[in-house]
């Protein structure tokens, strides 16, 4: 059974920086991409960043060169570092993987960006 549970989020100023966690268990959860998703008030949900078992990375166009996904295989961890923060960036935060046939994702971890 694979497992994703989601921290770090939080209330920041615009401009600033946060680096939400998602923490991954199940059988060889190491060998799986993983994903950052988000979903604003009244929004569809939308990919953000993606990280496969070999590290390559991908980003939405919006947070190019402003957010990193990265991962610890030894923790099971993955990160998304977000870094000039803007209003719109507002969402609850998801981490997404897939394995067999299923599509599993955490709870979300809310990011709130406000002056």
């Known amino acids: 059974q694979v497992q994703l549970v989601e921290s770090g989020g939080g209330l920041v100023q615009p401009g600033g920086s946060l680096r939400i966690s998602c923490a991954a268990s199940g059988p060889r959860i190491s060998a799986y991409n993983m994903n950052w998703y988000r979903q604003a008030p009244g929004k569809e949900r939308e990919l953000v960043a993606a990280?496969?078992?070999?590290?390559?990375?991908n980003y939405a166009d919006s947070v190019k060169g402003r957010f990193t996904i990265s991962r610890d295989y030894a923790k099971k961890m993955v990160y998304l570092q977000m870094n000039s923060l803007k209003p719109e960036n507002t969402a609850l935060y998801y981490c997404?993987?897939?394995?067999?046939?299923?599509?599993?994702w955490g709870q979300g971890t809310q990011v709130t960006v406000s002056s």
């Open positions: 997404k993987t897939h394995f067999g046939s299923a599509d599993y």
């Open positions: 990280i496969t078992n070999g590290g390559s990375t």
